[in-house]
């Protein structure tokens, strides 16, 4: 079994003063490997970065159009989201079109990441709801789908019709039977696949075509709510936003906790998945922000592409004292 590959590493002064590793896979449109750094066919739980898999049975069972669902919340359904107002305003009118409120969610509670939502519930003596929380979209997308299969509110079991459902289309779209899940921070489960599959999973999103068949025009669907609303997918700052924004052609991006960073790029009918063996995010990030740059999606001079893929260690005078840069094999 190969080693994790060096991804990226920390300088300070001359000296590399640590080193993250993990795993990178670049599929092409037949789901065969392009590029690969470590082991391919290292099991990984993709975290939050399956979201828009996760999604696909909101579309293909009908219940997105049979609810209206507009491009918004079908972003927000692929979100990791800040629980800032744009995020927490639309999900609430989600759920209120459903006729439920926030105790119907099963995400759990979560201080909001965005400043000023967090300080606005501080000066309030608020605390955090629900809808607060990083995978509410997801959530509101499940209980639509559960509302539309007519099924029990209890649908982050793993038996319950809607995860029955997100674990059939997940195997299907990474190509691999499933070995086992594990119980994401949201509740919800979250199904095992090798970094290849998951990296096939996404290349078919990038090669889906609209109205070729339900699954194809729901992958296309999904990836193209992501463009065109990064600020919902994430967040203003964060990296998924800041570079689906900076790259030159479109590009579908989704973290996931734990190290975990996927892309969809339909212009080269392509997919990349990695995972940071330590799960370190700041070096997911600079990884993904390196293989934009190496495929020539991402200017490396662009201000996003010095953000994430080599921004600056600066200490508490404000000096530059060392950088976060990929490893020589992203350079």
């Given at each position: 079994?190969?080693?994790?590959?060096?991804?990226?590493?920390?300088?300070?002064?001359?000296?590399?003063?640590?080193?993250?590793?993990?795993?990178?896979?670049?599929?092409d449109?037949?789901g065969?490997?392009?590029?690969?750094?470590?082991?391919?066919a290292?099991?990984?739980?993709?975290?939050?970065?399956?979201?828009m898999?996760?999604?696909?049975?909101?579309?293909?069972?009908?219940?997105?159009?049979a609810?209206?669902?507009?491009?918004?919340?079908?972003?927000?359904?692929?979100?990791?989201?800040?629980?800032?107002?744009?995020?927490?305003?639309?999900?609430?009118?989600?759920?209120?079109?459903?006729?439920?409120?926030?105790?119907?969610?099963?995400?759990?509670?979560?201080?909001?990441?965005?400043?000023?939502?967090?300080?606005?519930?501080?000066?309030?003596?608020?605390?955090?709801?629900?809808?607060?929380?990083?995978?509410?979209?997801?959530?509101?997308?499940f209980?639509?789908?559960?509302?539309?299969?007519?099924?029990?509110?209890?649908?982050?079991?793993?038996?319950?019709?809607?995860?029955?459902?997100?674990?059939?289309?997940?195997?299907e779209?990474?190509?691999?039977?499933?070995?086992?899940?594990?119980?994401?921070g949201?509740?919800?489960?979250?199904?095992?696949?090798?970094?290849?599959?998951?990296?096939?999973?996404m290349?078919?999103f990038?090669?889906?075509?609209?109205?070729?068949?339900?699954?194809?025009?729901?992958?296309?669907?999904?990836?193209?709510?992501?463009?065109?609303h990064?600020?919902?997918?994430?967040?203003?700052?964060?990296?998924?936003?800041?570079?689906?924004?900076?790259?030159?052609?479109?590009?579908?991006l989704?973290?996931?906790?734990?190290?975990?960073?996927?892309?969809?790029?339909?212009?080269?009918?392509?997919?990349i998945?990695?995972?940071?063996?330590?799960?370190?995010?700041?070096?997911?990030?600079?990884?993904?922000?390196?293989?934009?740059?190496?495929?020539?999606?991402?200017?490396a001079?662009?201000?996003?592409?010095?953000?994430?893929?080599?921004?600056?260690?600066?200490?508490?005078?404000?000096?530059?004292?060392?950088?976060?840069?990929?490893a020589?094999?992203?350079?």
């Amino acid at each position: 079994m190969p080693y994790p590959a060096p991804l990226a590493e920390i300088r300070r002064g001359p000296l590399v003063e640590s080193r993250h590793a993990g795993h990178a896979v670049i599929c092409d449109a037949a789901g065969e490997i392009v590029e690969a750094w470590g082991d391919p066919a290292a099991q990984v739980l993709p975290r939050s970065s399956a979201k828009m898999i996760q999604a696909l049975p909101l579309i293909e069972s009908g219940a997105a159009d049979a609810h209206g669902l507009c491009a918004e919340r079908l972003a927000l359904a692929c979100a990791s989201h800040d629980g800032a107002a744009i995020h927490t305003t639309r999900v609430r009118a989600w759920l209120d079109d459903l006729g439920l409120a926030d105790d119907d969610l099963r995400c759990g509670p979560q201080i909001p990441d965005d400043d000023a939502a967090r300080h606005a519930l501080i000066r309030a003596h608020e605390t955090p709801c629900q809808v607060h929380n990083n995978c509410s979209g997801k959530h509101a997308g499940f209980l639509t789908l559960a509302r539309h299969l007519g099924a029990g509110p209890d649908y982050v079991d793993p038996d319950h019709p809607v995860q029955r459902a997100a674990r059939a289309a997940f195997e299907e779209v990474t190509g691999e039977p499933s070995p086992g899940f594990g119980i994401d921070g949201c509740s919800a489960p979250n199904f095992i696949t090798t970094l290849h599959g998951l990296a096939r999973a996404m290349a078919s999103f990038a090669c889906a075509r609209e109205g070729a068949d339900a699954r194809q025009a729901a992958q296309h669907r999904l990836w193209q709510v992501m463009v065109a609303h990064p600020e919902l997918v994430a967040g203003e700052g964060r990296a998924c936003t800041e570079l689906m924004r900076a790259a030159q052609e479109p590009v579908a991006l989704k973290t996931g906790a734990e190290g975990v960073y996927v892309a969809i790029l339909p212009t080269r009918r392509m997919g990349i998945a990695l995972k940071v063996a330590d799960g370190a995010t700041r070096a997911a990030e600079c990884t993904i922000a390196a293989l934009l740059v190496r495929l020539g999606l991402l200017d490396a001079a662009h201000p996003a592409a010095r953000r994430f893929r080599d921004p600056p260690i600066t200490n508490r005078r404000g000096l530059e004292v060392g950088s976060i840069r990929p490893a020589a094999d992203f350079l």
